[in-house]
């Protein structure tokens, strides 16, 4: 059983440019979590998702930022026009029920 | 406002001793934590976690106290081991049923074991 698998694992782009970051959770596992780590700082929750639905999107910035969980295939973290303060480390986090999350091991996103 | 705060950034323990590793929250209505630990270029990788009701919990070498009064958790490892060395990340929760799990996480303190 393959752990919370992300893609790419290093992701260069230009300002105005558009990020797609990728999460296929576990295999069972139906809660889908984003969180974003700035340089020097913790991990801060962005969105939470079930199949189809967004459930918490309380920590997404308002715009440019959108995230979907079809019912088929990975998680989608998208960023439009990016800017050099969005680069960070993006993990995501799967799990089967509240709590018991497994992280991949991140999206490292680096705006040029 | 950081809610959870882990004010060492670094820690140097020698081989075989204790190391501890503290958090503060402000939030009162968290009530459940867990550590994480975190190697470079990973992802964070769950520890041990203590509910509110509990004081304490251990799971091998590794035991969480929390201290409600204080609003104050601490990770004990014991003994040591040079395979520690890593960030470790306090995170908090409030209740499950409304929270959907979400976690705020601490700045992390960096761990270093010398053998």
């Known amino acids: 059983n393959a752990g919370v698998m992300q893609n790419p694992r290093h992701l260069v782009r230009r300002r105005g440019q558009e990020a797609r970051l990728r999460c296929s959770p576990m295999?069972?596992?139906?809660?889908v979590y984003w969180y974003r780590q700035l340089p020097e700082e913790g991990l801060k929750f962005m969105v939470y998702?079930?199949?189809?639905?967004?459930?918490?999107e309380s920590g997404m910035p308002k715009e440019r930022f959108s995230a979907e969980f079809p019912k088929e295939g990975p998680s989608i973290l998208r960023i439009q026009q990016v800017v050099r303060g969005d680069s960070a480390a993006y993990f995501c986090?799967?799990?089967?029920?509240?709590?018991?999350?497994?992280f991949g091991s991140g999206t490292r996103l680096t705006v040029v | 406002d950081q809610q959870v705060k882990q004010n060492s950034p670094s820690l140097s323990v020698q081989e075989g001793r204790i190391s501890i590793l503290n958090c503060d929250y402000t939030?009162?209505?968290?009530?459940?934590f867990l550590w994480y630990k975190k190697y470079p270029a990973e992802g964070p990788t769950f520890l041990i976690s203590?509910?509110?009701?509990?004081d304490k919990n251990e799971d091998g070498r590794f035991t969480v106290f929390l201290n409600k009064s204080a609003k104050h958790l601490s990770l004990h490892i014991v003994p040591s081991q040079p395979g520690d060395s890593a960030v470790y990340f306090c995170?908090?929760?409030?209740?499950?049923?409304?929270?959907?799990?979400?976690?705020?996480f601490g700045q992390g303190t960096i761990l270093t074991v010398h053998p």
């Open positions: 986090a799967s799990s089967p029920r509240l709590y018991g999350y497994t």
């Open positions: 295999k069972g596992h139906s809660h």
């Open positions: 998702l079930q199949k189809e639905n967004i459930i918490d």
């Open positions: 939030n009162s209505m968290f009530d459940y």
């Open positions: 203590i509910s509110s009701i509990k």
């Open positions: 995170a908090a929760s409030e209740d499950g049923g409304t929270s959907y799990g979400k976690l705020t």
